[in-house]
């Protein structure tokens, strides 16, 4: 109970600070907080042969690199990768970036589109905190064969799927559902009141649909396990994971949805209290090399925003991704902007009261 | 006087170490986490010092319906444990005796050889739809389809009554083997039957095992986070998991300070209210 | 022996009782009974049985033969606390969490008696152990010896036919045993129920019995009256437990009649009374006699009559008012003899050292076949 959130906490703050230490007794590490898949073993065996530096990876997730940055105010890290959307508000509210020296990039090796979309929704009071890496959708993972009905979020609450659903109960899962109920949530991003009507209707929906779900996923290995058993036939998920599941069975993939898929950047970004921003340079200019960018798309199994790198793509993963994005479902694909300070009280909200509700 | 000076420092200085300890983690934090507790957030980046977050747990029915299933549940599985665990300590107690005794003793620890995720993994793939007893059940031809066991509330109390075993064991062991084996003879010999001689002699004797016993099960039940929500699932609705929401996926440190100061507050309370109840008083328990 | 009789003259009756632990037989084949009313002991050393017979009696365990019979009915089957004996345990196993009273009212509740009688019994029973404002104390507020008296009370309140006392006063300390030893008969009287008492000291059973049973090795090597116990052992080991004794061992040499020529171990040659079967010639023997049974004498003269004579010095005197003895040596052999001083007067100024003649009649020095043959008895099974 309380202790166990203590615990957390100085568990957070003990962690963070003893990772602190040994970061400044040896200088030449890079401290990574990134995503699973983000930074492969064989790229941080090249990265240490070029430079020397080591890398210390810790995964974890949007909400998570938030919170670790917050507790400690933004030291423990060299370097973190958030979505592009989760930077401004965050370092609006609690401060935990430092600005990006685009000096030091080689902007060379971006694309330029995604360089610019990046650096307009990272941008807080004139500075960019933060530069594109990976990016990637959310969507639908889909077996075709037992619930070959589902084309859009709102079909994950029909009848044919009931007690086979699973989706996260978190934000994308809310915007999804807007957008698939015909609203624009992003649209109403800066105006607090309209966007709490959306999420009203959509909590409603979602309180609606709860019996049709089987269990709300947190962690990708479990969705992937529940799919692969057969006990969940349709899922909001992101797309990689429709396309490892499509290899081991071809019914089941990943499906762009009719209202379109929400397609997210993850980035680079300074923890404010970075120890070797150096090596945190260093790690980009080598990763956004188009071979090495490859490799990492090989183990996250999403594209990068490094130019050139499609030539070394695999093509299998191509393949996939043009079967699951024809031109027009790119074209339809809903970037998330920046999400302002605040808007993420009123979605917790909705969360509790849907996590709360009794399912029948 | 000298003397008396120099041997309370003496004795100062022996506490040292476990006043250290208990300001540095036990005493600060807490004071942090209250000061964290009433600041409201009024705009983002303005706070002001108010009572809001913790009026919020009391006007908002979900967090509130949300700390009485806790506390329900709690109880449940504390009562479910202790009448599973008292005739097994009783065995282990009073019939067994040597190997076997040991045998059985670590046969109650055996669960806590491994983390409590993989003992709730394990769970999980015992009961779920594809899982051991589903398919095994097929198999016999007991039932026709998959039967998913996860995600219901008996689950829950399954998992919780499993992990809470050992809490409940110990304590009775310990009290029940301190039972002379005279005074149950005696029981019988004055004209009791079985009932009567649980009721007059063993269980009066066995309260302070009992009674610390149910408290520890008790606040591990309503603190545990990963067992409720694993088994849970989409309804599984564990205080501790609104707490963990509020400090990680939230951003909500004051909320999740309040939560967590009404969880100790409020679990105080049942434990006291339990106390009251069972006319036992803490420092018999623990004396 | 109370065959067809409804109504037995014996409250309890056992017959052929054996209980085995594995292969070893700790109850071996005893028979005996007990009359209304009577205070009846079984002493016996450490580990000879006592308990495993009292709990067979008590229910706690099954015999493996013979029957346990309680005002003529069977008792083989009957579950503890369904039998019309009650028992005191050996450290009283009085209730902790309950007061004086509410240990005595147990029982009654159990046996359904109203609220308002039990209050009366409860009472008038603390006024007979002349306790009678202890029913609101808690049990460790008690002394040793209140404790005692409540631990009876407690089963007496139910009014048993037969209480069994498992050494209960093996937890006092000595001047209280003496005093409780009293007590205990006095209560045993004023109730008038019979009362299995079971001990290990020889003066608690001497005192407060009516009849004594004498244990060793899982059987009953003789029961009788103290008196009978004290001077007519029937048995080496009887003779040996039984109060004090001088003790030689020794060949038989010659028998005429009952009488018996033994030549001990250390070289002397003593006329005993033979009891039993085992004093033929050539039989190895002990030889048993009180110190009280031998006279002293500063002259040889005196003892003329005595079939055994000897001389000695005085070793060792040991002075406890009427209670006081002399240890003796025989210079030829070292031996010992334990003597109790007459009071008379006459050897009031006895000292260590002094010469001294002793003497003991025939009929005084007993003789008896060696106990090593009987002791394996036990272990046939
Ligand atoms: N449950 C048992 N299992 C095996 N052996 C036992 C058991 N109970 C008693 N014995 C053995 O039986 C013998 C008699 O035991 P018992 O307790 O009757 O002796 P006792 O005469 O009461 O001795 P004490 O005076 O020391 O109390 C002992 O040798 C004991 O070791
Ligand atoms: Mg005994």
Redesign the interface.
Known sequence: ??????K???GLLVGASVLGLSGAANAETLRLLTWGGYAPENVIELFQKETGIEVEVTKSNN??M??KL?ATGGSGFDLAQPSQDRIAG?Q???EIYKPIDLSKINADLFIASMMDGTKKNTTVDGKVYGVPHIWGTSGLIVNRKEAGSIADYTDLCSEAVA?KVSYRL?RPTLIGFAFSMGMDPFAAYDDTAKYSEIMGKVEEKLIDC?SN????WSGGDALMNLIR???VTAAMAWDTGGWKLNQENADVTFVAPKSGALGWIDTFALPAKTKNEEAAYKWINFVMQPKIAAMITASAGNFTASKGADEFAEPALKKQFQDSFPPEAIDNIKWYPPVP??L??IE?KV???V??A??N | MKLGNSSKLGLLLLMAPLLIWLFA?ILL??VD?FFLSIRE?V???VYQTSMANYMEFFNEP??W??FARTAVMSILTTAITLLIAFPISYYIAKMLKGRMKAFLFVLCLLPFWVSELVRTFGWMILL???GIVSSTLQWMGVVDGPI?F??TDATILVGLVYSSMLFMVVPLVSTLESL?D??I?????????GF?VLR??VI??A?PGIVSGCIVVF?LS??N?LTPVLLG???S?W???????????????EQ?AAF??L??IL?SLIVWAGLKLSRQTLSETMG | MANGADVSEFDLECSNLTKRFGGFTAVNNISFNIPNGSFFSILGPSGCGKTTLLRML???LEPDEGDIRIKNRSMLGV???KRP???V???L?L????TVAENIA??LK??GVPKAEIAVKVQSALDRINLPDAGPKRVDQLSGGQKQRIAIA??LV?DPDVLLLDEPLGALDLKLREHMKVELKQLQSQFGTTFVYITHDQSEALVMSDQVAVMNNGVFEQVGDPQDLYYNPKTAFVAGFVGDTNRWKGVVKATSGSEVQVATDDGLTLTATGIGQGCKTGDAVDIFVRPESVALSRSADALSGMENRLAGQVKNVLFNGANSRILVQDPTNGGEIMVTLPQTGEFNDLRAGQDLHLGWKLSQAKCFAQEAGKASGAEVA
């Open positions: 109970m309380l202790k166990q959130k203590l957390m906490v100085t909400e998570d938030i919170s917050r965050a609006f509210e609690h007690g978190k709860k779900v089987k269990s709300y058993s057969g006990e300070a605040g993420e009280d917790g969360l509790d009261r996590k709360a009794q399912s | 983690l934090p807490h986490m957030k705009a983002p980046r979900l967090y319906n949300t779920r739809e594809t998913e996860l995600y002379d005279s005074y003879e005696a029981g019988y010999d004055l004209g009791g039957n009567t007059e002699v009066p004797h309260m606040m309503l603190g986070y699932g989409k309804d609705l205080f501790t998991e609104q707490i963990y929401a509020q400090f990680i996926t939230r951003f909500n440190w999740g967590g100061f969880l100790l679990s | 008590a229910g706690f579950p503890p606390n004996v009650n028992m345990f050996q450290h196993a209730f902790p969490m309950m147990y029982g159990r046996q407690r089963c139910l």
